[in-house]
Every structure is written in C-alpha cells, then in structure tokens.
C-alpha cells in the first residue's frame, strides 16, 4: 500500500514540477551511464530508475544523448569555476610557477573526481559516442587551452623557456590532461586525486620549460 501511495505521489509530483523530473532523470543517467554504460542504457531505463514516465522524459530531453551532454556539462562548468576560483585566491599572483600550476590543477581535479560516477560518465562515457558529441568535447577543450595558452604565456613572461609553439605546447598538454582522466575513469579503482594533481603539474612544469636564471619565479 504504502509503494502505491509513494508512486502516485510521484506521478503527481512529476505532472506538476518539471525540474524535480529533470533532476531525477539526471540522477539516473550519472547512475546508469556510469555502471551500465551509456549505450547500454536506454530512455525505458532512465524513467524506471527516475520513476517518471517517458513522456516526461521527452518534456524535458531531446533525446539520450541531451541527457549526456548535460551530465558532462555540470561537470566541466564545476571544473572550470573551481580553477578560475582559485586564479583569485590569496598568493596566486606571488608564489612560484610550479606552485601556481599544482593550485589550479588541484582546484581543478577535486572538483571533477568528488564523485567516482560522474568522473566515468564525464570523462569515459562521453567518447565516441556521435560527431555532435565530439563537437561538444572540442568546444570544450578550446575553453581549455585559451585558460591554459594565457597560464603558460604568464610563465613565459616570468622566464620560462616554452619549447617551441605555445599553441601546440597547451594543445598536448590539455590532450593528455583528456587522457589521464579517461584512465582515471576506467578504473576500477580510480586513482587519488593527488597523484593526479601531481602528474598534470609534472607535464606542465615539462612543457612549460625551467626558468632562466633565478630558477624560482
């Protein structure tokens, strides 16, 4: 009795708050896509486990992939913030290069990893899935390299020996940042944040080149 009240209630509640529906439906995606796999889910398995109807689904979801593209959207926009945030924090503009990098990539990696399924969903689920798809990723990634081209020509003006062109360095560099976290999401036991934090400073701090002279600017 008490399962039929609570599933009346939930019909109702769907007819009448749309954004509760959507936050259920994002909720069984992040679940779903990330245990299951995204192309093993279907929209019939999103509603059950939301416990909405399909035509609410349709209400608020183009189609699946929406659904997907919203899920790695919160994502990347919390990683984004999280890294601007820290570009304001007390001595950013005053400690060495190194340290600067480690704070933004640390800002950066916690925020994406907090949660072991939407690392998955974010960071593996999202490949290879249609051209629109990669479209969104590479939009994505150009938000990244501008951040990152106006760190590393920062460095530059405080003496380090960028090998080569910046626009190539940061576009290997965010590749390999992409890598990483697909790694890290494959896992079945995925790797702590730290360690990753300290890999991407490693490969910056590689690329970025030494400081000539003092060498702690």
Same mark, same amino acid.
């Given at each position: 009795?008490?399962?039929?009240?609570?599933?009346?209630?939930?019909?109702?509640?769907?007819?009448?708050?749309?954004?509760?529906?959507?936050?259920?439906?994002?909720?069984?995606?992040?679940?779903?896509?990330?245990?299951?796999?995204?192309?093993?889910?279907?929209?019939?398995?999103?509603?059950?486990?939301?416990?909405?109807?399909?035509?609410?689904?349709? #209400?608020?979801?183009?189609?699946?992939?929406?659904?997907?593209?919203?899920?790695?959207?919160?994502?990347?926009? #919390?990683?984004? /913030?999280?890294?601007?945030?820290?570009?304001?924090?007390?001595?950013?503009?005053?400690?060495?290069?190194?340290?600067?990098?480690? #704070?933004?990539?640390?800002?950066?990696? /916690?925020?994406?990893?907090?949660?072991?399924?939407?690392?998955?969903?974010?960071?593996?689920?999202?490949?290879?899935?249609?051209?629109?798809? +990669? +479209?969104?990723?590479?939009?994505? #990634?150009?938000?990244?390299?501008?951040?990152?081209?106006?760190?590393?020509?920062?460095?530059?003006?405080?003496?380090?020996?960028?090998?080569?062109?910046? +626009?190539?360095?940061?576009?290997?560099? $965010?590749?390999?940042? +992409?890598?990483?976290?697909?790694?890290?999401?494959? /896992?079945?036991?995925?790797?702590?944040?730290?360690?990753? $934090?300290?890999?991407? $400073?490693?490969?910056?701090?590689?690329?970025?080149?030494?400081?000539?002279?003092?060498?702690?600017?």
């Amino acid at each position: 009795m008490a399962d039929a009240v609570m599933e009346l209630w939930n019909g109702v509640r769907a007819a009448r708050d749309p954004a509760w529906v959507r936050g259920q439906l994002l909720a069984a995606g992040r679940t779903l896509f990330a245990v299951y796999g995204y192309a093993r889910t279907t929209v019939e398995d999103l509603c059950a486990a939301a416990h909405v109807e399909v035509r609410d689904f349709s #209400r608020e979801f183009e189609s699946r992939e929406a659904l997907l593209v919203d899920l790695y959207d919160e994502v990347a926009t #919390r990683g984004m /913030r999280a890294s601007e945030a820290e570009l304001t924090a007390e001595g950013m503009e005053t400690c060495p290069t190194e340290e600067r990098v480690h #704070r933004l990539f640390d800002a950066y990696v /916690r925020a994406v990893t907090r949660d072991p399924q939407e690392a998955r969903v974010a960071f593996v689920e999202v490949l290879g899935v249609s051209r629109e798809m +990669d +479209d969104h990723l590479t939009m994505w #990634r150009s938000v990244w390299v501008a951040f990152l081209t106006q760190e590393a020509e920062r460095a530059r003006q405080r003496g380090h020996g960028v090998d080569g062109n910046l +626009d190539v360095v940061v576009k290997v560099l $965010t590749r390999s940042v +992409d890598e990483l976290l697909a790694h890290h999401g494959r /896992r079945p036991r995925q790797v702590p944040p730290a360690w990753l $934090t300290s890999e991407f $400073t490693r490969l910056s701090m590689a690329m970025i080149g030494p400081v000539g002279g003092s060498g702690n600017v």
